[in-house]
């Protein structure tokens, strides 16, 4: 999540910016492609392909909106990232929320869904929302309620929505699932606490009550305030869930806890990843953990993670081949010298669907010093189906980045990966310009680059939309307007022009808020209007 003194720090530290600042679209080879191009902040980027035509991709990400904060952006490319519509902004469902977390996932007749937060951290409340998108990510239908701050009393179960989607074509093929925790930005909130377990079994239309995913002996208990859960759908439609836990009661050890359902989570079976005494208690690391499933094994799950075995912290990985019933000892997965004091994180990993296996995380090895505040880059390893060894570690990212101060507040929290036909689609935020910005990358895994194109320019242009609130029609005062969309509250178009007006009657709506996306030749605005009575 954003918090707002973070926006506050962005919007001072790069005010000038914001106001003056005019992107050239770059073509470049061999480098990577600041996809986004904000002006003042764009994080935790998502990305997925479709698994029936590994030319459609889409990025998600938060960016800043002028006078709508952070919100969710989306650009989708179906030809292989060669061409990318457009980018499409999520309407906020209050003029007060801001926006968080994306993630995204294919159904197999090929619609895509989008899962993040609206949230407003001043008046305690917000919502877990999933949209659909039935032209492959172009446009978004109306938000659908997965989970209010207000569900659970004081827990406010809104943050880190990882979803996944059952693409099995069992008796489950569809169904939605998504996992859910507290947030930190509400402040302290009372123990104990739980992981969250939310489903939808027709496809979005609406989302059932929501459970705990911890049980009684299986317990995340009360010394964990943010137990997130990652979870995955298995190639038979099991759904697996992993979260931490400490219970003294349970284990006298911190452990990881795997919850698993081959009924949609109608019921639940539990087993131990593994335990451990040690922790990481450096808080600027970000340390997330991620489950994989193999698509051509079901029995095969892969749990990554950070761990302190050798004195700094590593990516490490164990691996389970009976449906998460016994697990590996665990594997370092990054080659730099053993207890080098080096600080690797950000992890993430994905499965081909021939079985391939590639990770990533952001790389210290070449900093200058011991801690997480020395400049970094994208690394990674790859293993070949069948095999148990993984390459030499190679680098995603083309320079080293130096640290920058954003990195140390939220908003920066997760990468994200797709490997398709043995080549990887990566996305990260990292600072080289100054600005926190969502970075791309396509290349083989023999390294060599493919198809890199500067994705979208996020020019501000200067518009005036007046009166606002009105009551017969506004008026707007902009250069090179080349189309107008006007939506209601539930993100549906109502108007549409293609032609340049500054002049647009709208006395048929009625009373209440709507939003007016301005398209120019220099960028797209977006503003909250208000139509009053007569």
């Known amino acids: 999540m954003l918090t707002e003194n973070l926006v506050n720090k962005l919007l001072v530290k790069n005010f000038l910016t914001l106001i003056f600042a005019c992107f050239l679209f770059l073509f470049l080879n061999g480098q990577n492609v600041n996809i986004s191009e904000g002006n003042v902040f764009d994080g935790e980027p998502y990305i997925a392909v479709n698994p029936q035509n590994s030319k459609h991709i889409l990025v998600a990400w938060m960016g800043w909106v002028p006078y709508n904060y952070i919100a969710i952006k989306t650009r989708v490319s179906f030809d292989g990232g060669q061409t990318w519509s457009n980018t499409a902004f999520i309407p906020h469902e209050n003029s007060a929320d801001q926006s968080a977390d994306p993630s995204m996932d294919f159904d197999t007749d090929g619609n895509v869904f989008l899962a993040y937060i609206d949230y407003?951290?001043?008046?305690?409340?917000?919502?877990?929302?999933?949209?659909?998108?039935?032209?492959?990510?172009?446009?978004?239908?109306?938000?659908?309620?997965?989970?209010?701050?207000?569900?659970?009393?004081?827990?406010?179960?809104?943050?880190?929505?990882?979803?996944?989607?059952?693409?099995s074509g069992g008796i489950y093929d569809g169904a939605i699932y998504i996992t859910t925790m507290s947030p930190k930005v509400f402040g302290p909130l009372p123990p104990p606490y739980h992981p969250y377990f939310i489903r939808s079994l027709n496809g979005g239309a609406d989302f059932e009550t929501w459970h705990y995913l911890d049980t009684l002996n299986w317990l995340a208990g009360s010394y964990i305030p943010q137990p997130m859960p990652t979870n995955c759908v298995s190639a038979d439609g099991t759904f697996y869930a992993v979260y931490p836990s400490y219970v003294y009661s349970q284990n006298p050890l911190a452990q990881f806890i795997i919850a698993?359902?081959?009924?949609?989570g109608n019921n639940f079976a539990y087993h131990t990843v593994f335990s451990s005494a040690e922790g990481i208690t450096d808080t600027l690391v970000k340390a997330g953990y991620l489950l994989r499933s193999d698509p051509v094994n079901s029995e095969h799950l892969v749990?990554?993670?950070?761990?302190?075995?050798?004195?700094?912290?590593?990516?490490?990985?164990?691996?389970?081949?009976d449906k998460g019933v016994t697990w590996s000892d665990e594997i370092r997965l990054n080659d730099d010298p053993v207890g080098n004091k080096r600080i690797q994180d950000l992890l993430w990993a994905d499965f081909d669907i021939?079985?391939?296996?590639?990770?990533?995380?952001?790389?210290?090895?070449?900093?200058?010093?011991?801690?997480?505040?020395?400049?970094?880059?994208?690394?990674?390893?790859?293993?070949?189906?069948?095999?148990?060894?993984?390459?030499?570690?190679?680098?995603?990212?083309?320079?080293?980045?130096?640290?920058?101060?954003?990195?140390?507040?939220?908003?920066?929290?997760?990468?994200?990966?797709?490997?398709?036909n043995d080549t990887l689609n990566a996305v990260w935020g990292d600072t080289r310009n100054g600005k926190l910005n969502i970075w791309f990358e396509q290349k083989t895994i023999d390294g060599t680059i493919l198809n890199v194109k500067q994705l979208s320019s996020e020019e501000i242009p200067k518009i005036e939309i007046f009166p606002n609130p009105f009551v017969f029609e506004i008026n707007i005062k902009a250069k090179d307007i080349r189309r107008v969309v006007i939506f209601n509250q539930e993100?549906?178009?109502?108007?549409?022009?293609?032609?340049?007006?500054?002049?647009?009657?709208?006395?048929?709506l009625p009373p209440g808020s709507y939003y007016i996306k301005i398209i120019t030749s220099s960028g797209n605005y977006t503003e909250k209007i208000i139509k009053t009575s007569d």
């Open 354 to 420: 021939d079985g391939d296996l590639i990770v990533s995380w952001r790389d210290r090895r070449n900093g200058t010093d011991t801690t997480y505040e020395t400049a970094s880059e994208i690394w990674g390893t790859f293993r070949k189906k069948n095999t148990s060894d993984f390459t030499d570690n190679f680098k995603i990212s083309d320079e080293i980045v130096a640290y920058d101060t954003i990195l140390a507040s939220s908003g920066n929290d997760f990468m994200c990966i797709k490997l398709v």
């Open 303 to 321: 749990f990554f993670y950070l761990g302190l075995t050798y004195g700094d912290i590593d990516v490490f990985m164990r691996e389970s081949y």
């Open 120 to 167: 407003s951290k001043v008046l305690d409340t917000g919502f877990v929302y999933v949209r659909k998108s039935v032209d492959g990510g172009l446009s978004w239908g109306a938000p659908v309620k997965v989970i209010d701050a207000s569900s659970d009393g004081e827990h406010r179960p809104i943050d880190r929505p990882w979803m996944s989607i059952d693409r």
């Open 491 to 508: 993100g549906q178009q109502i108007f549409v022009s293609q032609n340049y007006l500054n002049k647009i009657k709208l006395n048929f």
């Open 260 to 264: 698993s359902s081959e009924y949609a």
